[in-house]
């Protein structure tokens, strides 16, 4: 019997868990805490970090974990690494399940930077009403800023006020839609959107508003992860559960956004 853990926290990952739980498997659904209330899901839910690697490779062992499926967010690249190291080490199947990056398209006016600290270096200058959907954990970064007005669209409303003098606070869960995210940008505004390239569909309203309203985009280019598997759909999932590579090695081997070829009869891991 399979025993299928899923680095979760996306709407990937959401629909995976819902295809596992259809199939009857033995699953769990990892949420790293970050959120009161992290979405309910069909399969068993563990919530908090394991430990670095060394906790992972020991929850992998102790749990008899026979393959993990990283479905997390680009930017949540730390958990990304460990999850390699820790599936090489333990000898796990590893695959990811994520997203492709948004590429601009007519209308769009974006302004690429390598990461976060780049995005509030170039908020330099005038004061703007400048939209943060980017949630909490990186408000402090654009401390540097403190000129403009920033709107800020958080998970949970936080427990101290953020480092930003002149902000409004906005408490929304996505997935989002364009209207409303229209709405919100003519009612506060907004004259510029700083967002990560997410990719997926939870996040892109923000980027449909402002490409409606003619506003500048200020992108986070994703960050680099190591070599995995990686696939876009469900169903790739799936397949490699049923015909993947599980000889127990951790993958090592980047294939990216290919889905692995079956291996002949490789060995099921027992539990
Ligand atoms: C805890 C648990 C599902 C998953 C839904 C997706 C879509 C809606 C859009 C904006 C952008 C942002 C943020 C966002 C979206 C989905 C997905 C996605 C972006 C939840 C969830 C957890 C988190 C963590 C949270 C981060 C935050 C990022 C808000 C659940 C709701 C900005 C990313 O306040 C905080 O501390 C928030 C922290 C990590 C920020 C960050 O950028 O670092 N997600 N979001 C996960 C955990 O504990 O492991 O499902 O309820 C999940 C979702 N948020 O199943 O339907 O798939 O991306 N999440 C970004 O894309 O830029 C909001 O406001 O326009
Ligand atoms: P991160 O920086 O890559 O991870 C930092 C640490 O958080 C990890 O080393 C791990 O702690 C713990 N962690 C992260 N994801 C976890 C998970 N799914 N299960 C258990 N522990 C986890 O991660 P992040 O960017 O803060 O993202 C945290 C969660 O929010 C992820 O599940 C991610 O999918 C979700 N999310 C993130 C974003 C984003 O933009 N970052 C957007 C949407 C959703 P230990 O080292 O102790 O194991």
Not at 37 to 48: C, D, M, S
């Amino acid at each position: 019997m399979r025993n299928i853990l899923v680095l979760g926290g996306t709407t990937e990952a959401s629909a995976l868990a819902l295809a596992l739980a259809e199939r009857g498997e033995r699953a769990t659904l990892s949420y790293a805490g970050r959120v009161a209330q992290p979405r309910a899901q069909p399969i068993a839910v563990r919530v908090g970090g394991f430990g670095g690697v060394a906790g992972l490779v020991r929850h992998l062992q102790d749990e008899g974990v026979t393959h993990v499926v990283d479905a997390t967010h680009p930017f949540a690249a730390r958990m990304s690494a460990n999850a390699v190291a820790a599936c090489a080490q333990a000898g796990v199947p590893l695959l990811a399940l994520t997203r492709e990056p948004w590429q601009p398209g007519p209308g769009d006016r974006w302004h690429t930077v390598a990461d976060l600290p780049a995005a509030a270096a170039a908020l330099d200058g005038a004061p703007q009403r400048v939209l943060l959907a980017l949630g909490r954990m990186h408000l402090a970064t654009f401390a540097v800023q403190p000129q403009h007005h920033y709107i800020l669209r958080l998970v949970d409303a936080p427990d101290e006020p953020p480092p930003l003098p002149q902000h409004t606070i906005i408490v929304a869960r996505g997935p989002f839609d364009e209207a409303s995210d229209i709405a919100l940008m003519r009612a506060h505004r907004v004259d510029l959107v700083v967002c990560k390239n997410a990719g997926g569909s939870g996040a892109q309203a923000k980027l449909q508003a402002a490409r409606a309203l003619g506003l500048p985009v200020l992108m986070v280019a994703r960050p680099p992860l190591p070599a995995r598997y990686e696939v876009r759909h469900v169903a790739e999932v799936l397949q490699w559960l049923d015909h993947g590579d599980n000889s127990g090695r951790g993958s090592s081997e980047p294939v990216h956004g290919a889905t692995p070829a079956a291996t002949s009869g490789g060995a099921e891991r027992g539990v």
